[in-house]
């Protein structure tokens, strides 16, 4: 027995099972693979906001950090890279290739000021952490109110 993903566009009553059968031949050999597309590569990012600063959080396994680049311009923050293929062949061909390789980019606009001269950077245990604080007048701050 084959266990096929249920897809709500194939099983919509009245559609013809062939044309169902038609559109899932094409969407599996269309689709892209791990490893074939570059879109693949662009890595998974967290985004935490606070009262003070926007943190970013990556996603980059088995980069280097001088592969890395962050940049800020005006409201955009861009992170870019580059996955180099490393397999190393030894008296055999490659079997199956999975993982994507190349460059990448991901660019985040902010719709509050910042601070672009106090942006930090680390990379740790593959992950890249990028830490924008808040312009003065993007904080959010209490006001007292005046009891007259």
Do not use: C
């Not at 009245?14 to 094409?26: A, I, S, Y």
């Amino acid at each position: 027995m084959k266990l096929i993903r249920w897809n709500p566009a194939y099983h919509t009553p009245g559609l013809d099972p062939f044309q169902g059968e038609v559109d899932r031949l094409f969407h599996s050999v269309l689709a892209p693979t791990q490893g074939s597309s570059p879109a693949l590569l662009t890595p998974a990012v967290d985004i935490e906001e606070s009262k003070e600063a926007f943190v970013f959080r990556a996603d980059l396994p088995g980069l280097k950090s001088e592969d890395v680049t962050v940049s800020l311009e005006a409201d955009t923050l861009t992170l870019r890279g580059e996955r180099k293929h490393s397999a190393q062949l030894s008296e055999g061909s490659m079997r199956r290739l999975e993982r994507a390789f190349g460059a990448f980019e991901r660019r985040f606009t902010f719709d509050t000021p910042v601070q672009g001269d106090a942006v930090s950077a680390l990379y740790r245990d593959g992950v890249l952490e990028v830490t924008v604080p808040k312009a003065e007048v993007a904080k959010a701050r209490d006001i007292q109110i005046q009891v007259g």
